[in-house]
C-alpha cells in the first residue's frame, strides 16, 4: 500500500456529527467525533503504507498521532474534495472518512494485485472506504454524495469505467445515536466506546434532572 488517506472534520461542536444531538449536546457530539477520529487514526497508523496522510477541515489537534501528512480539504461539494485528496496521489492509494471507529488495520492492508479499485460499503447505502490502484478524480466527480445511493452510484462509476472492483466488508457509519450503541458494541475497548458511556452518562443525569 502506497497511500492511505483520511478525510476528515476537525472535531468541533456544532460543526460535526449534528444528528447526534440530540440525544447528546453538541460538546458530547463532538467529543465522540475526536475519539471517533482517533480511533481510525490509530487503525491507520498501525497500517503498513508508505505515506499517510489527513485531508482535513479545519485544525489538527492532539488527536493526531505522528507520521501524518496533513493537507487541507478543497472548497466543493463532498465529490469534488474526494476526487482532490485522489489528485494528490502519484500511485496506489486508500481513502477512508472518520465514521468507522471500528475499522481495524487488517481491512486496511489491502493488496491491489489483480484488481484495480477497493470498495467498501457503508450499511447507509454510502460508503466507508475506496481504493484505486491508480488514482483518477473523474472517478468521484460528479457522483451523488450523502444520498441512499451513493455507494451503488460510486461503484457503477467503478465498473463503467472498466475497473475490476474487489469489495470490502459493508461497515456501519455513526451519524445517529442508534449507530453509536451499535458500533461502540462491535468495538468495546476503542476510545469511542469508552467516550460514549461517559456521554450516555451524562444524558442520563441530564434527563433525571
Excluded: N
Excluded at 445515536?177 to 469508552?194: G, I, K, N, Q
Amino acid at each position: 500500500m502506497s497511500t492511505l488517506l483520511v478525510i476528515a472534520k476537525e472535531p468541533r461542536p456544532g460543526r460535526v456529527k449534528t444528528r447526534l444531538t440530540p440525544p447528546f449536546t453538541p460538546h458530547e457530539a463532538a467529543a465522540l467525533a475526536e475519539a471517533s477520529l482517533a480511533d481510525t487514526l490509530r487503525a491507520v497508523a498501525a497500517t503498513p503504507a508508505r505515506r499517510r496522510v489527513l485531508v482535513l477541515a479545519g485544525a489538527p489537534g492532539p488527536w493526531l498521532p505522528p507520521g501524518f501528512d496533513v493537507v487541507p480539504q478543497c472548497a466543493g461539494g463532498l465529490d469534488a474534495r474526494l476526487a482532490d485528496a485522489f489528485a494528490r496521489c502519484a500511485g496506489p492509494a486508500l481513502l477512508i472518512g472518520m465514521d468507522t471507529p471500528q475499522v481495524t488495520p487488517e481491512l486496511l492492508d489491502v493488496d491491489f494485485a489483480g484488481c484495480d479499485a477497493y470498495f467498501g460499503p457503508a450499511e447507509d447505502g454510502g460508503f466507508w472506504a475506496l481504493g484505486l490502484a491508480r488514482p483518477d478524480p473523474a472517478l468521484l466527480r460528479g457522483v451523488p454524495m450523502s444520498t441512499p445511493v451513493t455507494g451503488a452510484a460510486q461503484r457503477e462509476r467503478l465498473l463503467a469505467a472498466g475497473l475490476r472492483v474487489r469489495d470490502l466488508p459493508s461497515l456501519r457509519d455513526v451519524d445517529t445515536a442508534a449507530d453509536a450503541r451499535a458500533v461502540a458494541a462491535l468495538a468495546p475497548h476503542s476510545r469511542f466506546a469508552a467516550r460514549l458511556a461517559e456521554c450516555t452518562t451524562g444524558a442520563d443525569t441530564r434527563v433525571g434532572r
